[in-house]
């Protein structure tokens, strides 16, 4: 028998949002036979993006046998819409632009931090500096970072930050080799200065475990890194994962680190920021359960979106999990709003069924506001694509300058075995709660305006089977409808009736969206 939970949500002195605001949801293929959006920086009037990206006439024209790897950069206006389209490719190079790092210039230009590679593997840091029409200025290649005793062997350039006396700092995860079948992941800090010469590399990590960072947190005395600690790559089961933070002095030497609870296994800090109170926060995969194999000799993990709270002194104040157990839902990124509410955005595993034994498991972009006690005040999902097999990734998030946020990623569609342009750039604007403006289904309780502290109606029982009823004591001419979360239709009646009895018995199982007018202009929305 179908469970429909009814969930009256009142709106209580909500206002629409300001008409000033622009809202929408883009899938673009970027002219490229594959293209990712993996950083955003608003600015003025437009929107900035960069991503990998592989052309579709330098992958099928000129014989090469291995695609080569460019740089996408784009520009939106505030609308979404596409204003320059531009790829940055070198021969025999192969770039890969996957972190959120792209920085806006005194002057106004861009600055990109990622890597390269040659014909042969070998990985080289890149920097790379934009015009406002995505032309490049200059690029500059850092050989060989610093590896201790060991050779290289990969790097992933993950974080860019300014730093004192017009200097900068990259963060980088390192992976060093002592034989050809042994390797670890280290932290390697990097200090540029003003001119973008090395002025020091440090290592930092565990001896035999590896250890990685995402994000670099500046503070006066120092820096803090975020990240985590596993062995995942050195056993076959019983694993080992903690997020970790490293402080460092200004010189890249260790200060203290902080590893998290085992038993909880977090698989690395994606974010960290220091809230007003003075104590850490931090976000990204956890809640984990390791699943053993059918023969027992080897697991796999699985997670639930992370965030945990530290005081000053890095004790545990909470941490809370969200989702159910999907391997890649996960928290990318936090802002701080003023009164201490936190906008956590990031990637949600949704399992979803099309049929009789026909499970197939979405990827839904991510949006949750808690307050400063980690409760969940709201959630939102985004997709740009919602097909048989779709993945909707979240890589970046920043808040613009009307209290909204802008967010960019990738929208796939998987049901015709990746033919391009399946893996498609994907930019999503809402407002401050997270809604595709006042028309979101997902957001109606916030944005529609207030309806009476006392209805003169009600609806019953609550859960429902099968039949949902309205009180409709002072016989007030009902108007109702109920959509899916899309915002179609499924149902429309009007009643004055004492009650009104409505089957929803043809319903799949789910979430729905209703609303109930009144013959005196009120309005009550709610989900079942």
Not at 485 to 504: D, N
């Amino acid at each position: 028998m179908k469970q429909l939970l009814i969930m009256l949500l009142l709106c209580l002195g909500m206002a629409y949002p300001s008409p000033a605001q622009q809202y929408f949801n883009v899938r673009n293929p970027l002219n490229s036979f594959t293209s990712i959006l993996t950083s955003i920086v608003p600015n003025n009037d437009k929107y900035y993006s960069i991503g990998p990206c592989i052309d579709s006439i330098n992958y099928i024209g000129n014989g090469q046998a291995i695609p080569i790897s460019g740089i996408k950069f784009v520009v939106f206006d505030k609308n979404g819409k596409k204003l320059r389209d531009t790829v940055y490719q070198k021969p025999y190079r192969n770039f890969d632009p996957w972190s959120n790092n792209l920085y806006l210039m005194p002057n106004h230009t861009l600055l990109l931090a990622s890597e390269e590679y040659d014909t042969g593997g070998i990985a080289k840091i890149l920097l790379v500096n934009f015009d406002t029409l995505g032309q490049v200025l200059w690029d500059k290649s850092i050989d060989k970072p610093l590896c201790t005793s060991f050779n290289e062997y990969w790097i992933k350039v993950v974080d860019l930050k300014p730093v004192e006396y017009g200097n900068w700092l990259l963060l980088s995860r390192i992976s060093c080799k002592s034989n050809p079948n042994s390797r670890h992941l280290g932290i390697l800090l990097t200090k540029l200065d003003s001119n973008f010469n090395v002025v020091w590399n440090k290592l930092q990590g565990h001896p035999y475990m590896d250890d990685g960072g995402w994000k670099i947190l500046m503070q006066s005395d120092g820096y803090l890194i975020a990240g985590g600690r596993t062995n995942i790559l050195q056993v076959e089961k019983n694993f080992i994962c903690r997020a970790l933070l490293l402080k460092t002095d200004l010189n890249g030497n260790k200060l203290w680190e902080w590893l998290s609870d085992p038993t909880k296994k977090t698989f690395e800090a994606q974010d960290v920021i220091r809230t007003k109170d003075g104590g850490y926060l931090y976000c990204g995969q956890g809640d984990g359960y390791e699943y053993p194999s059918a023969n027992g000799q080897s697991g796999y993990l699985a997670f639930r979106g992370w965030v945990e709270k530290l005081d000053s002194n890095r004790k545990i104040v909470w941490n809370r999990s969200f989702n159910n157990y999907y391997g890649n839902t996960e928290f990318k990124k936090i802002i701080e709003a003023p009164d201490g509410r936190l906008f956590l955005f990031g990637n949600k595993y949704m399992p979803d069924s099309l049929g009789p034994d026909n499970w197939l498991v979405h990827t839904r972009g991510w949006f949750m506001t808690l307050s400063a006690n980690g409760d969940s005040l709201n959630e939102r999902i985004y997709y740009g694509v919602n097909t048989c097999s779709d993945k909707n990734l979240l890589y970046d998030a920043q808040q613009t300058d009307d209290g909204g946020f802008i967010l960019c990623g990738e929208a796939t569609d998987r049901c015709s075995g990746f033919t391009p342009p399946s893996q498609r750039g994907w930019l999503v604007k809402v407002d401050s709660n997270g809604c595709l403006g006042p028309g979101d289904p997902q957001c109606w309780p916030t944005a529609v305006p207030a309806t009476p502290k006392t209805p003169s109606f009600f609806t019953y029982p609550n859960p429902v089977n099968d039949e949902w009823n309205i009180a409709n004591p002072q016989n007030y001419t009902l108007r109702l409808s109920i959509t899916d979360l899309t915002g179609r239709t499924l149902l429309e009646t009007q009643s004055a009736a004492t009650t009104i009895r409505l089957s929803l018995a043809n319903l799949a199982s789910g979430i729905y969206l209703y609303q109930i007018k009144t013959n005196n202009g009120t309005t009550t929305q709610g989900k079942i």
